[in-house]
């Protein structure tokens, strides 16, 4: 079971990317998907979660507004992200988590699987 992560890159600030996190080996139609960063010198942190359904969204403070979660067929996951800025640049990383109930997942610790990650670097 792997969980690719792509679409980062340098962008300045005020611009946008698209994330994608892709499945492989395993479908992921009953995990929640989650999308996290890790800053140099920080810990990591939970940016926005998608349940099973799609219906249920969880975005950190610091991107409502500016970040969509997505998800597709039972393998694919998105986080676009506008308007961009400075302090954005992470790696980022998908991330799935079983789940029995149509809820979202906020802890680093309910998560299973993790992609390797996709670097992102916003200019200003």
């Known amino acids: 079971v792997q969980l690719q992560a792509s679409g980062g890159g340098l962008v300045q600030a005020g611009g946008s990317l698209r994330l994608s996190c892709v499945a492989s080996?395993?479908?992921?139609?009953?995990?929640?998907m989650g999308w996290f960063r890790q800053a140099p010198g920080k810990e990591r942190e939970l940016v926005a979660a998608?349940?099973?359904?799609?219906?249920?969204l969880y975005y950190a403070d610091f991107v409502k507004g500016r970040f969509i979660i997505s998800r597709g067929d039972a393998k694919t996951a998105w986080l676009t992200m506008n308007g961009l800025k400075p302090e954005d640049t992470a790696v980022y990383y998908c991330?799935?988590?079983?789940?029995?109930?149509?809820?979202?997942?906020?802890?680093?610790?309910?998560?299973?699987?993790w992609g390797q990650g996709t670097q992102v670097t916003v200019s200003s």
């Open positions: 991330a799935a988590g079983d789940s029995r109930w149509d809820g979202v997942k906020i802890g680093r610790g309910d998560y299973d699987y």
């Open positions: 080996g395993h479908s992921f139609d009953t995990y929640v």
């Open positions: 998608v349940s099973r359904s799609g219906r249920r």
